[in-house]
């Protein structure tokens, strides 16, 4: 199977399958994870996104400890990552680790437009 276009890491399952059928409806190809922990190893198996979809309130390993190990890891700090949060405060205190913010609950054309910046969908 082809690597995703996108990886969503989000907690929320209802938040992940609305961004999952949004996306996939723009054909883009995508992968889910439940938290950063989750994302991490899903990485470091092989699975090569061209986008990250981050929640930053999640349990286990919450977005920002997941941004941070990624921006230190040399194979992977240019991969580009939206921040997703219902938390403005939280999320500008990570703005300058990620290429944008788009505040829950996402709009879905606002989405589309954003993700189609940072990647586009591969042919079937």
Request: aromatic residues 4%; negative net charge.
């Amino acid at each position: 199977m082809p690597s995703p276009d996108i990886l969503i890491v989000d907690d929320d399952p209802d938040i992940r399958e609305a961004l999952t059928q949004a996306l996939e409806v723009e054909g883009y190809r995508v992968s889910i994870a439940v938290n950063g922990r989750d994302a991490w190893e899903k990485l470091h198996s092989g699975l090569s996104p061209a986008l990250v979809l981050l929640d930053l309130m999640m349990p286990i390993m919450n977005g920002a400890e997941f941004l941070a190990a990624l921006r230190g890891d040399a194979a992977l700090r240019d991969l580009p990552v939206i921040l997703v949060s219902a938390f403005d405060s939280v999320a500008a205190a990570h703005a300058h680790q990620s290429q944008c913010y788009l505040a829950k609950p996402v709009d879905l054309d606002t989405l589309i437009d954003t993700v189609a910046r940072f990647c586009s969908p591969q042919p079937r």
